[in-house]
């Protein structure tokens, strides 16, 4: 059974800082893992799909790699501004559906 | 106007009573899913449908029941509600095979109280 993990759970830092989101995966028979995003009260917002013939993908200030060999996905956030501040969700596609990881929730302050 | 949109978008019930949450969409994706969010828990999966004449179980669809009325329709069912459905339900939608590869958008979510 597919398990997603996301580390760390909570993580607050400084505006300006650069940061990294970890997520892992337990089964790499993924046909492709996305990055989202959730405000408050909020749906998910769609922020990469990394394709699992892929290595990364980048939009904007974010970066989003995968290693399907080693079950590991990172997201990347430069520059980080307080609208960063949210819930980010990682999810690997397989078996016709998605299985989301429980979030880390970002805080960055002024 | 939103893509996909769910009403209500706050439901407080009592155990037992029947509840109905309605998802539409407007971007005209065949694939349609019901997920529900516990705090620590993520997102799991109720029901997923591919196209109007197809419908899946996800991993926890004990207690709940879907119909897919039309391709832009999906509504999620709760026959007797009881206290540990109480959670923010959300509808999805994904295009499969466009290059976007199973991206899949979300409506605003409906917060479900039963009491």
């Known amino acids: 059974k597919q398990e997603v993990t996301q580390i760390p759970a909570a993580l607050s830092v400084p505006e300006g800082e650069n940061l990294v989101l970890n997520c892992s995966f337990t089964?790499?028979?993924?046909?492709?893992l996305q990055w989202f995003r959730q405000d408050p009260g909020k749906g998910l917002t769609s922020l990469l799909l990394i394709q699992s013939s892929q290595r990364e993908q980048t939009s904007g200030r974010l970066n989003a790699s995968l290693d399907k060999s080693s079950g590991r996905s990172t997201l990347y956030i430069a520059a980080s501004q307080p609208g960063d501040s949210a819930t980010y969700l990682c999810?690997?596609?397989?078996?016709?559906?998605?299985?989301f990881g429980t979030g880390t929730r970002l805080q960055v302050f002024p | 106007d939103a893509d996909v949109t769910q009403t209500p978008r706050n439901r407080i019930t009592k155990t037992g009573k029947r509840i109905m949450l309605e998802c539409s969409q407007t971007k005209g994706h065949d694939r349609m899913y019901w997920y529900r969010q516990d705090p620590g828990l993520g997102l799991r999966l109720i029901y997923y449908s591919f196209d109007v004449k197809d419908i899946n179980k996800g991993e926890i669809s004990d207690g709940y029941s879907v119909s897919r009325q039309a391709q832009a329709k999906f509504s999620l069912s709760l026959e007797s509600a009881i206290p540990n459905q109480t959670a923010l339900y959300f509808c999805a939608t994904s295009d499969w095979g466009t290059g976007s590869a199973d991206t899949q958008y979300f409506g605003p979510g409906t917060r479900l109280t039963v009491l």
């Open positions: 999810a690997v596609y397989n078996t016709d559906k998605l299985i």
């Open positions: 089964d790499s028979a993924i046909y492709n």
